[in-house]
Each structure stands twice: as C-alpha cells, then as structure tokens.
C-alpha cells in the first residue's frame, strides 16, 4: 500500500510541465490561474449544494445531488492538479483523481437515467399554486355552503323551539282552562254528597245546576279547541266571497239572539266582494258577531255595525259595536287562547283566537280599535290572495 | 265571647269557585267577612286602597286564584309582597295549574301556601278547619286578665 502510494506520487519519470514545450510565462499562469479558479469554483458549489440538502431537508431526490457534489469536487481535484503539474509532476496521481473523477460521473449519469420518469412527472411550482388555490377556493366554498347550513339549521332548530314553547303554552293554558269546570263539578258534588247524607235539600237545587252548567261549559271548551286546531289543519279552498250575502246570512242564524239582547244589527250597503275561503270567512265573522252580541248587549241599546272598504291590495272588514269597549292594554292579549276580560258562562276564551288563526292562514290580520267607554271595532285585513293562499 | 270577625279577601273570576270557597268557609263556621272580587286589577286597586290606610277594610287572609282576567295573580301576589304595609297578610294561592313553573314562582313571590283545585278543596277544608281554630285560640282572652 505504501509502495503504491509513494509510487503514486513519484515524479522521478516526468518533468514539471512548465520544463515541456515553449511556455511563455503568461500563457502558463493563465492556465495555473484558470485550474486553481475552477478548483476552488468546484469545491465551493458542493459546499453550496450540501448546505441546501441540509437545510431544506424536503428536497426531492438528495442522492442525486449527493453524487452531484461528489462529481463537481472530483472536478475540481482534477483541476487542482493540472495547477500543479507546472511544478509537482504527480501524472499518475492526476490518471487516478480523472479515473475516479470519470467513476462519479457515469454513477451519477446512471442515477440520473432512471430517477428523470420521477423527476418528469414532478409538479411545476406555477401547477403546485395553481392546484392549491384551487383546493382553497374549494375549501372556502364547502365552509360557506357549511355555515350556510349551519345557519339554516340553527334557523330551524330556533323555529322548533318557538313551536314547542307555543305547544308547551297551549298545552298549559288548555289543561288549566279545561280543568276549571271540572274543579267546579268535584266541588259541589263533593258539596251535593254531604248534603244528601245530612238530609239537606236545599242547597242541592243550587248545585246540581253548577255542575250542569260546568259539564256544559267543558263541552263548549272541547267544541271550541277543536274546531281551532281544525282552522290550522285543512287547506284553504279560496273563492270570492260576496261579503253582504255572507253577513246577511249569519244574521238570519241568530235574530232571535239580537231580538233578545234588544241588539240592532246594521249591515252597510254596497260591501265589496274578498278573495277568502268561504267557510273559514264566515267562521271569523260569526265569532266576531257573536262576541259583540255577548259584550256590547250588556248595556241596552246595541248597535252592531259590519263594513268593509277597500285599502290599497287589500279588502278590510269591520265588526263595529256600541259596547264598553277594550283598554289598549288588552287589545292583543284578547286576540291569545283563553284571554277573557269579562268573567261569563257564555264566553270559552277561544273564539278571537280562532278568527287570529283564519287571518294568518289567508296571510292576513285581525286587530281591534278601541277605547273604554267609545265600544269596539274588530278589523280583518284580507291581502289579495292571486289563486295562491299561504297556509 | 263574640268570634273574632276574620276579613277574607277572595280574588276569584269563576263565580262557582267563588262560591265553593265562600261555602266552605261558612259550613266550617268561620265568623267571617268576606270580600269577593274577580278580577286582577281590581283586587290591586283594593289593595292599594287597604294600604293607604283604611284598616277596616284590610284584609287578614286573602285567598288568591292566579288566572285572573286583566291582571292575573301572579302580578297580584308580586305586587302585594313588595308592598310593606300588606307583605304580612298571608296569601294562599288556590288554583287549577299543577304547573312547577306556577308552583316555584308563586313561592319565589313568597306566597303562604300553594292549594291545587279540585283535588285539594279537601286541604283547603282542612286549612280553613286549622285557621279557624287558629283564630279561635289567638282571640282567646290571655289567662291572667
């Protein structure tokens, strides 16, 4: 080994280059210039290149540049050698640094033949922007279409929950409303009972027609509930309804009513015709009639006034009384399930709120205008339905 | 002894509720005075009327429905408690709503006692039979006197 070495670098059989041929000193500083420029070129890329590798860590095919560098320095050491052949004669050394030189560079070909399918088939960086912004608008698309939903559901999660409060309010009010005349029969027949054992008669004659008169009051309530939940279960059939005919038709049902109550019922001439449904209009004119019967008549000399005008798209309808009439206060809390203001036998509570609930099912309103003492007047906004009534 | 003449006050819209109570207190012989008004608003007017000074009239127990048109009892209850001249007559609730949003609210208020009706017109018997003898023994003269 030491023997190879030392033959390596004996330079007894070759002369210093600059003893071999007609050198003038320019034309062999320009080579040692040139050779010691490009070795130290040579030697600072793979510098260079091993710094990138290491920092960048991500960088696609490192062996290839490995090899690379390796060839690039064995470059150089070529280079550096060549320099000093002007005086170091070392030509073997210089035959194994170029064959060692010429070993790195056909690995590095055979290396690159293979890996270029790879290095082809990589993405340009304009492709990779372009793939990304793509893949952001995307994402930002399904995000709005997400929080869209997300909105609607929570929407819809907010409208559930109005609905199960107005459930959990009717099913509060109904229980108590429903349990009131039971509360009064219970009583006086517990009343009824003591009083047959005691033998005293007296005091059933006035409980035995308490009680049939709660048990009539709970049937009315039922009556009522259901033909309420009936206004929002069927579809609405609209059709033109001649407001005149349809007044004087209910009023023809309860003469005998008015004539009793000494009330007049005055039905203004000319009335205009609604797009309604017939059978829900008339339901909403006969609760508001039958409510100013029961509180207007209290006094004597009821005047009950129906009317109608046309405003802007919409046709509105009155129901006019001369009673005591509402304080604002109570004007929307009469239009709620079981609102009464008056304490009677008549009244179950139910009939505004079933005219309220007619409105709404032809996209309308129903309000009152009135002051204590100046009677009342129930309005009915129907809206011009077009063939198409909401539910 | 002349009985202790007890002011009722009841606040009742359903007449035949009305009259149960007004017929349970008499059968149980209650020497009492009784005050029946229906509605919310009225009973604060009364009320009012009692606090600012017409000692007559105050009542020593009012029995109190909490559905009342205008006002209803619960806003009665609130208002009579807050109020410091009326805040120490008790007030029994009586009414239909077995609702614990009633029940807790009432309470909260500081109503006396919570009475269910139908069901508890029993316990009411049972109170008004406690109150009278309540009465009865506070009206008694104090011993050494």
Redesign the interface.
């Known amino acids: 080994m030491m023997e190879f070495l030392s033959k390596l670098l004996d330079t007894s059989d070759f002369p210093p280059r600059w003893q071999t041929g007609n050198w003038t000193p320019e034309h062999g500083w320009l080579h040692v210039t040139a050779d010691l420029m490009m070795w130290a070129a040579f030697t600072a890329i793979p510098i260079v290149i091993l710094y990138f590798v290491i920092r960048k860590r991500d960088v696609p095919f490192p062996r290839v540049l490995v090899l690379f560098g390796m060839f690039i320095l064995a470059c150089g050491a070529t280079h550096l050698i060549e320099a000093c052949t002007f005086w170091w004669p070392v030509y073997r050394l210089s035959a194994v640094v170029k064959l060692t030189t010429a070993a790195v560079s056909w690995a590095t070909v055979l290396v690159l033949i293979p890996t270029m399918p790879k290095a082809l088939a990589l993405p340009g960086l304009a492709k990779i922007n372009a793939d990304l912004a793509k893949q952001i608008a995307e994402r930002s698309e399904a995000q709005a279409a997400l929080s869209e939903s997300e909105k609607s559901l929570r929407l819809a999660n907010a409208r559930l929950q109005q609905k199960n409060k107005e459930i959990e309010e009717f099913v ?1 009010t109904v229980s ?1 409303d429903l ?2 005349p ?7 027949v ?2 009824a009972m003591e009083d047959v054992a005691a033998g005293r008669l007296e ?1 059933l004659s006035d409980s035995f027609p ?1 009680i049939k ?2 048990a009539l009051r709970m049937s009315n309530l039922i009556d009522d509930l259901l033909k309420l939940s009936r206004v929002g279960r069927l579809p609405l059939e609209p059709a033109t309804v001649d407001i005149g005919k349809t007044v004087r038709e209910l009023s023809e049902g309860m003469s005998d009513r008015l004539a009793r109550a000494g009330a007049e019922l005055v039905i203004e001439q000319g009335l205009p015709s609604v797009e309604a449904d017939p059978t829900r209009f008339s339901q909403a004119i006969d609760n508001l009639l039958e409510n100013a019967i029961k509180y207007a008549c209290r006094q004597g000399g009821a005047r009950i006034v129906v009317g109608a005008k046309s405003i802007g798209e919409e046709i509105w309808v009155c129901v006019r009384d001369n009673g005591p009439g509402i304080a604002p206060e ?1 004007h929307e809390r009469i239009f709620g399930l079981f609102q ?4 009677d036998d008549e009244g179950t509570g139910i009939g505004l709120a079933i005219v309220s609930k007619i409105m709404q099912a032809h996209g309308g309103r129903a309000w009152v205008e009135s002051s204590p003492g100046q009677g009342a007047t129930f309005w009915l906004a129907f809206p011009h339905l077009g063939g198409a009534a909401s539910r | 002894m002349a009985p202790h003449l007890v002011n009722f006050l009841l606040v009742e819209d359903d007449d035949d509720h009305a009259e149960i109570v007004v017929r349970t207190l008499k059968r149980n012989r209650i020497a009492n005075n009784i005050v029946r008004l229906s509605d919310g608003a009225e009973a604060l007017g009364y009320l009012r009327k009692c606090a600012d000074g017409a000692p007559s009239s105050r009542p020593d127990i009012i029995l109190l429905d909490l559905k009342l048109p205008k006002v209803d009892g619960h806003e009665v209850l609130a208002a009579i408690k807050s109020d410091e001249h009326l805040r120490s007559i008790p007030v029994v609730v009586l009414t239909t709503s077995e609702a614990e949003s009633d029940r807790a609210r009432a309470y909260d208020s500081h109503a006396n006692s919570y009475l269910v009706k139908p069901m508890n017109f029993s316990r009411f018997r049972k109170m008004v039979d406690d109150l009278s003898l309540y009465w009865g023994v506070w009206n008694e003269p104090a011993p050494d006197s």
């Open positions: 509060y108590h349990k009131s039971v509360a009064t029969m219970l009583g006086f517990e009343y005091d308490r008169r709660a109570y009464r203001l008056a304490d």
